[in-house]
């Protein structure tokens, strides 16, 4: 099946996941313009139907973002845009001194089979950590605190077993599962 995404580390992560349900993913590497939107699911939805016009068959996309509770659910549907310009560093600087550092990941996965458009979601809870630390993983990882430790101070195995991304791509592979 074809992955369409530009991050090579959202491509590693659901590369390990879909191994473990027998189904191989390939790489489908490629930027697209994200339509505006006021939810995640809604951003995915339309980016897929607009994908299905310039792929040949079948597909699927991955639109995820991080919501901080005491910055109202920023950054979200705007993360991306938000890490390329004031980056985690940023996120920092905005909750200097709020105590409260609740967050969470969401993953919308959207497949599209040929027909329809199918959407599977996933969270997981954490909070924003009060510098980054670690070297691994990829974007907000380094200031996602998930039981002490951040995302970035994991492996992608041990993220997998967690993640947002790990959550909503297991409901759509077990729905892929049930239908065969
Ligand atoms: P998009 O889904 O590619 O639009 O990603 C939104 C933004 O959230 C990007 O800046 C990603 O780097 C970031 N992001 C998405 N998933 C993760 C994750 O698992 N860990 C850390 N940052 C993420």
């Not at 996965?109 to 990829?138: L, P």
Request: proline residues 2%; hydrophobic residues 40%.
């Amino acid at each position: 099946m074809y992955f369409i995404t530009s991050n090579e580390g959202k491509f590693r992560e659901v590369k390990e996941l879909a191994a473990n349900y027998d189904i191989e993913v390939e790489w489908l590497k490629m930027e697209y313009i994200e339509p505006q939107g006021s939810s995640l699911e809604e951003i995915a939805k339309l980016s897929a139907e607009m994908l299905t016009e310039k792929v040949d068959g079948g597909f699927v996309i991955e639109d995820s973002g991080l919501f901080v509770e005491a910055l109202k659910g920023f950054p979200g549907p705007y993360s991306s845009y938000v890490f390329k310009t004031i980056g985690n560093e940023g996120i920092l600087k905005l909750m200097k001194g709020v105590e409260n550092r609740k967050a969470y990941f969401e993953a919308v996965v959207a497949y599209f089979d040929g027909k329809d458009v199918h959407v599977f979601t996933g969270t997981v809870s954490g909070e924003i950590a009060r510098e980054m630390r670690g070297e691994g993983g990829f974007g907000y990882d380094p200031i996602f605190l998930y039981n002490g430790r951040t995302f970035a101070e994991m492996d992608t195995e041990e993220k997998n077993r967690v993640s947002h991304r790990r959550r909503a791509f297991e409901k759509f592979f077990m729905w892929l599962k049930e239908k065969d």
